[in-house]
């Protein structure tokens, strides 16, 4: 078990990592180190999503020891990182920061070169200099990566932590290209990493572009329910804590230079998600079910559309004794409920007013 004292969290303000930081201050009772989270506060960065924990855990929390630490800044700019290094003593680093929309990244795919790949190796290096006088027993740089960087499967089989990478979208190359240079660090430097390929997350928090927030929100809205080609497109998914879980589970007792793949073992096709997502929000908002079911339109399908995606999770299972907890439907349920409860977190992105604060408070997006 590896004692994790001052941990970097990088995009800790977007979805997966404000989940993360809520698990580990509120319901891990093994950690009680601190958390330095960095966040540039891009559009799906959000910093109200951590209020409570920055008033639990805070400066001005009623203890009087604060174990949360939020920095605005962007991962590609050196000196601030090596700042953060030697501010806080790093030993951990929990690299969440990405840009993660596949749509976006074919629109404009300089920016997931940047932040995805740049950003990646501004942390390595700065982490493999801070640590290259110390014990590394205590440390550990662990990269959160994406089933995407495999490839598309056909009808039968799994991705395992051995199938050769085989990215189809900006997004998959720049997160293969980070997947690269974590190794390349281990086998070099020495640098003690660890890496995971986790499939779909939902959940709380998670940015409206995303499918099943979007389907939500159409959904309560009355708007059109776009579905991409014939939308018998496969994905894995998994709940957003369960993933947490099985990354904190790597963390505390993953093997240095080893990968695990996290997946729900849970395979929907896009179209029969949606049907279920229908039945599970007309119930809860008292919606018209057919009359939601014919707002379903088809769409001309994405470019480099990955046709299916499954993870083999037998590894992290297996060696790690990770399981995951909360079934799909019981997910999809718990998410349905937050969206609802939690209008204002909505508007306030849908609005620009979460960015007119951002700009207020730090004086732009980072």
Known sequence: MRTLSNVLVTGGAGFIGVNFIHTL??????????????????????????????????????TGTARYFFEHGNICDRSFVETLFKKYDIDT????????????????????IKTNVMGTFTLLDAARAYWQNSNTADKLFHHIST???????????????????????????????????????????????????????????????????????????????P?????????????????????????QKGVTGEKYNIGGENEWENIKLLDTLIGIVSEKARLDPVKVRGAIIYVKDRPGHDRRYAIDCSKIKRELGWQREVSFEAGLEKTVDWYLANTAWIDGIRSGEYQKWVERNYGGRG
């Open 25 to 62: 201050l509120n319901r891990t009772p093994a950690f009680t180190g601190r958390i330095i989270n960095l966040d540039a506060l891009t559009y799906a960065g959000n910093a109200a999503s951590l209020a409570d924990i920055e008033k639990q855990f805070g400066n001005s929390n009623t």
């Open 93 to 112: 680093v929990v690299h969440f920061a990405a840009e993660s929309h596949v749509d976006r990244s074919i629109l404009g795919p300089e920016a997931f």
């Open 147 to 225: 089933d995407e960087v495999y490839g598309s499967l056909g009808e039968t089989g799994y991705f395992t932590e051995t199938t050769a990478y085989d990215p189809r979208s900006p997004y998959s190359a720049s997160k293969a290209s980070s997947d690269h240079l974590v190794m390349a660090y281990h086998h070099t430097y020495g640098l003690p990493v660890t890496l995971s390929n986790c499939s779909n997350n939902y959940g709380p928090f998670q940015f409206p572009e995303k499918l099943i927030p979007l389907m939500i929100l159409n959904m309560l809205e009355g708007k059109p329910l």
């Open 227 to 251: 579905v991409y080609g014939d939308g018998k497109n496969i994905r894995d998914w998994v709940y957003v804590e369960d993933h947490n879980s099985a990354v904190w589970a790597v963390m």
